[in-house]
């Protein structure tokens, strides 16, 4: 065999070897988090440990809701706040907006996409904390520090917004112009075409986006737990300071390596939000392999 | 005038009175670091490490930060990008439609939305188990994981548009395909591996959470793999948590530092991508 033939051979083999390396780190990770986790888990029962509330490391009791409750809170009102105008945007982008006004707009977009998370955080507690101490508060009749759920959400609502807007536009720009066509010669005004044929086909790739979205959401950690307030309770309204997992984990993690059973209920709370992201992720991508292979050209 | 008018005109005002308001909220990110950061801007930030009581008000910079943050991003993009480029080689050429390459993509696509903190739990946890300290090398490590799915994938993606003409004429006058792949693919898609390798920089510079317990913090510049390395974002993250006024304004201007660092990587990106296009044949 000669050497050129030799160099290709050991290249494909190099490429396939790093393909399989990439392609393990998923389940290498949630193996080890699995195997940290069991500690916890052959002493408690999930039950326990994801629906009582009873947050006392030192006694051994490690009740995960108010975590879970604040994660789950925090991120759905992120995406109450973030998924209608985000949704309109990417209307306006793809169906109505001028080829210039897109031309700026999307560029920027993405630009802002790459904002550090901690940026986000320190943009919360310069603007958004104050203007819900000071104004929201006070108009609701209520007194908070204003490191609260909902400025927590409201920090994730801007962050996440990006990875909305440039998926479900780009999932709307597929939908064929022939259908869109067909509906405006049917004497359908533009709005009803986009509410009748191009959302409706577009509808599961917005849905992935959405999912997208609150995939990011849901494991956010540093911009979250920098406006949140982090108070180990189960919180009873919006102006209430929240404790998410994420935030959980990076203030206790590492010191905790004294105490074996908080260490792995710290990794069980690891494995729980990697495990979650890997549901949303999944699902998304197979909403959008459905609609782009509706649409497959060909 | 009629109802389908009205009802499409009130749309159109709700569509753009959501652009402007979700643009608003991104673009006021920006204005009120960069108003805040501006000020409490001094020279001795960017050129000074901390000094004694640094944390209390006294003087010094985030020299150790900066340089930090330096290291561990270039040390992940470089372990990166020795990993990616033939994934995404191998993925693009011999596995564009099999069942690894689906399989692998969507391994990938789920590694791309894992949160930034698993990846420091994680490597903290295979740290413990190699009994090292946090470092500069753990950093490196678990920052590379979260560059790896962006830069292979955006890689792959701009590997899928090289037009099989250009690869086929190569195989035609007899190179082999590893041949191929270095010397046509990657310089035809060179703008596109420029982009994902900035990008993949960007967001590997800006992470906070992967690097909190596997780079640490110090406020010496390493000098070592092993040494534990501050970096900007938790710089950002620590002094805003100080109660002393002083030492939250060094924080705005370490957000104000890391938001110019981010954005102009993001421009330049831009502008290497239209520069390297110059090889591309059309």
Known sequence: MNTRRLKDLLASKLMFSTVILSMLIVFVMALALLQRSMLILRTQSLGELFLSSSWHPWQGEFGFYPFIVGTLWTTALAMVFSVPPSLLMSIYLSEYAPNKVRGIVKPMIDLLAGIPSVVFGLWGVLLVVPFIRDYVAVAAGVTTTGYAMITGAIVLSIMVSPIIISVSEEVIRTVPREAREASIALGATKWQTVKHVTMRSAFPGV???????????????????????????????????????????????????????????????????????????????????????RYAIG | MDKRKLEENFFIGMMIASTLLVLGGLMSVLIVVLLRGAPALSISMLTQTPKGGYYLGKEGGVLNAIVGSIYLACGATAIALVISLPTALYLSEHARKSKLGSFARQSLDVLWSVPSIIYGVFGFTIMVYLGMRASLLGGIVALALLELPIMTRVMDEVMKMVPSKTKEASYALGATKAETALNVICRQALPGIVMAVLLAFGRAIGDAASVLFTAGYTDYIPRSLFDPAASLPLAVFFQLGTPFPEVQQRAYASGFILLVIVLSLSVASRFLAKRSARYVIR
């Open chain 1, 207 to 293: 849905v992935a986006a959405v999912i997208l979205g609150f995939g990011r959401a849901f494991g956010e950690t540093m911009a979250v737990l920098m406006v949140v307030g982090n108070v180990p309770q189960v919180p009873s309204s919006l102006f209430d300071p929240a404790y998410p997992l994420p935030a959980l984990i990076a203030n206790n993690y590492g010191e905790m390596m004294s105490i074996p059973l908080y260490d792995s209920a710290l990794m069980l709370a690891a494995l729980f939000l990697l495990l979650v992201v890997l549901l949303f992720s999944v699902a998304a991508a197979a909403l959008l392999v459905g609609v782009k292979r």
